[in-house]
C-alpha cells in the first residue's frame, strides 16, 4: 500500500494567491516525522517544512505552512502569497521513527506538479 | 557552511559498466542517505550510512552497494549497468535525532546507454 498519496499531479495558481498541496500518509508507528520538499527542474531537493506527530501547533516556515490532520492522516502544504519562483514539482516525505528512533529513510509521494502564472 | 556536494553532476556509461558515484555531507552531518528518482518510479531510498555502517537499506539489488569514509564522505557503486539504472541519484545527510531535517546534493544524473 501505497505510504504517502499525494493525488494532484499538477496544480496552477494564480500570482500572490494561496495554494494547497494535498498529502496523505499511512503507517501504524505512532512516531513519525513529516517533510515537504520543493524540487525546481535543476533536481536539487530543497527542504521547506516538518511536522513531528507529537507536535501540537501546526508546522509554520514564512510563508508555507502545513496543516496536519492526525486523525485524517493528513499533512497538507499551504503556499500562501505565490510567486514565480514557487513554480516548481512538490514532495511530501515520512519518515518513521519506530522503536529505536534511529536511521534516517525518507518515503516519497509521487509528488505535485505547481505552475505559478502571472 | 557549504551544503552537500555530489560528483559527478552527469555521467554516461553503457551497460555493462560499473559506476561510482561521489557525495560530501554537510560539516557535522553523520548521516548520509542515498536514493534514486526515475520517472517511472519516482524518489525510491537506496540506503543510508552513519558513522561507516550501513543503518538502513532499500529494496534494490546487490548491484547496488555503498560505503562511507571516517571523514562521513560517502560513495555508491552500481555494477553492471542496466538501462534501468539511468536515473538521478539523490545524496542526503543529517544530523542525528528524530526531528533533524535531510539535507540533498544536486545529485548526479547518470544516463546508461
Redesign the interface.
Given at each position: 500500500a501505497q505510504k504517502i498519496t499525494q493525488t494532484q499531479p499538477g496544480m496552477f495558481v494564480q500570482e500572490k494567491e494561496a495554494v494547497t498541496l494535498d498529502c496523505t500518509y499511512d503507517t501504524s508507528d505512532p512516531s513519525y516525522g513529516l517533510f515537504w520538499y520543493k524540487q525546481p527542474s535543476s533536481g536539487e531537493m530543497i527542504f521547506l517544512i516538518y511536522q513531528g506527530s507529537y507536535d501540537q501547533q501546526n508546522a509554520t516556515e514564512g510563508r508555507y505552512s502545513l496543516n496536519f490532520q492526525k486523525a485524517r492522516k493528513s499533512a497538507n502544504l499551504v503556499i500562501s502569497a505565490s510567486q514565480l519562483g514557487d513554480s516548481a514539482m512538490y514532495f511530501c516525505a515520512m519518515r518513521e521513527y519506530g522503536l529505536t528512533g534511529g536511521g534516517n529513510k525518507l518515503t516519497f509521494g509521487t509528488g505535485t506538479q505547481l505552475k505559478v502564472e502571472l | 557552511k557549504a551544503g552537500v556536494t555530489q560528483t559527478p553532476r552527469y555521467l554516461i556509461k553503457t551497460r555493462g559498466q560499473q559506476v561510482t558515484l561521489s557525495c560530501s555531507p554537510i560539516s557535522g552531518h553523520r548521516?548520509v542517505?542515498w536514493?534514486q528518482q526515475t520517472p517511472g518510479q519516482?524518489?525510491?531510498?537506496l540506503f543510508?550510512y552513519?558513522s561507516e555502517t550501513q543503518?538502513?537499506k532499500?529494496n534494490f539489488p546487490g548491484r547496488f552497494s555503498g560505503r562511507q569514509f571516517s571523514n562521513s564522505r560517502s560513495e555508491m557503486n552500481v555494477s553492471t549497468l542496466e538501462l534501468g539504472d539511468s536515473a538521478?541519484y539523490?545524496c542526503?545527510s543529517?544530523l542525528e535525532g528524530?526531528?533533524e531535517?535531510?539535507?540533498?546534493?544536486?545529485?548526479t544524473?547518470l544516463l546508461v546507454l
Open positions: - | 548521516s542517505s536514493y519516482g524518489l525510491q531510498f543510508e552513519f543503518r538502513n532499500g538521478l539523490l542526503a543529517s528524530r526531528s531535517t535531510q539535507y540533498f546534493g544536486p545529485g544524473r
